[in-house]
């Protein structure tokens, strides 16, 4: 037997995953701007260049969050004024405005209002917000519809498959026939009738998507289903009362392990293309919430002004998730596939 070439690329992707998943779980703890969705704006700083400092006269939050709650929702958003610029091209007149703030934090005690020097690594966006925050924290959309996603096409499509598979006859004409429908309508179209239908939001482009994505799952997993049937180790349990239900459970599903876990890899990078590309026409995830997609949709026409970086951003973190499952698609083929 021939040792298996070790793969840079499946462990690139490992790990490129791996450092997302971090990033989605602990994104709150770790942004520059830990407002909920990283959404703090800041006109007066709007398109700054990347790497920009500004110094910013901050009100303290009563009630800050901690623990879980910062994790999943992030800080309440604190009241903060542009003072000056750390890079000292900021002109007196930004002042002028905030001194009403500055002598009401004077009068205050000094507990309640604090100076706080914030950078700037990408830049800011049209509305002054953190592009390097909103970058970060895109990271838990992408891959929440991703994981959510799968979940569904994964249900789908190993119960439906494995009934066909099984039961054969008017079953499997009935299952063919819908995966046959499914199949044959471009799943663009399809998601974005399914959205017009569920409506706009958070959850409904999760089950949109995952919705479209059930059918070459359950295309293979009946031909496997089909080829295991008649093998011996089927026959010995139907031989010994074996249930139907336990059969397909304990007996075949561990066989389809393989093929199940490559399909769902390339679904994964699917559902990310297809999320972005929701949210780029406006479908997808709605304001506040930090898409990739839906930042390329605000800032691609500036490619051609001097601020490329806002839509260069986004659309290379879409790619290397994406290349990064595709990779461990390939990888996982690669283990799987008993003729090497």
Not at 14 to 38: E, H, K, M, W
Not at 137 to 148: A, D, E, K
Not at 194 to 223: D, H, N, S, Y
Not at 289 to 300: A, D, R, T, V
Request: aromatic share 12%; with cysteine.
């Amino acid at each position: 037997m021939k040792k298996r070439k070790f793969s840079y690329t499946g462990y690139f992707g490992l790990g490129v995953i791996a450092l997302s998943l971090l990033v989605a779980l602990f994104g709150n703890l770790i942004t520059p701007d830990q407002s909920q969705s990283c959404n703090e704006m800041h006109l007066e700083l709007a398109l700054r260049k990347p790497g920009f400092r500004a110094v910013f006269l901050e009100k303290v939050p009563e009630n800050q969050r901690s623990g879980l709650s910062l994790i999943l929702r992030g800080n309440e958003q604190s009241e903060s004024v542009f003072l000056w610029s750390a890079n000292g091209d900021t002109a007196t007149a930004n002042l002028i405005p905030n001194r009403d703030v500055i002598r009401e934090a004077e009068q205050n005690s000094a507990s309640a209002y604090r100076l706080v020097e914030k950078r700037f690594l990408l830049g800011t966006d049209l509305y002054g917000r953190d592009v390097w925050s909103r970058i970060l924290l895109g990271t838990r959309i992408s891959l929440s519809v991703g994981l959510i996603s799968v979940l569904i096409s994964l249900i789908l499509g190993v119960l439906l498959g494995m009934i066909a598979g099984y039961y054969r006859g008017w079953v499997d004409k009935m299952v063919m026939w819908l995966v046959n429908v499914v199949w044959s309508l471009p799943t663009l179209l399809l998601v974005i009738a399914l959205t017009f239908a569920l409506g706009k939001g958070f959850w409904q482009i999760f089950v949109a998507v995952g919705l479209t994505m059930w059918v070459e799952l359950a295309r293979i997993v009946r031909a496997q289903v089909f080829t295991f049937k008649n093998q011996e180790f089927v026959q010995a349990a139907r031989v010994l009362g074996y249930s139907d239900m336990r059969i397909m459970l304990r007996h075949i599903l561990p066989n389809l392990t393989g093929p199940v876990i490559v399909i769902c890899a390339a679904n994964f990078a699917s559902a990310i293309l297809l999320e972005a590309g929701l949210s780029f026409l406006g479908l997808g995830v709605q304001p506040p919430y930090p898409s990739w997609g839906q930042m390329l949709k605000e800032n691609y026409s500036f490619i051609a002004f001097n601020a490329a970086h806002l839509a260069l951003a986004p659309g290379m973190a879409i790619m290397l998730l994406v290349v990064s499952f595709n990779y461990i698609g390939n990888w996982l083929r690669d283990l799987w596939d008993v003729k090497l």
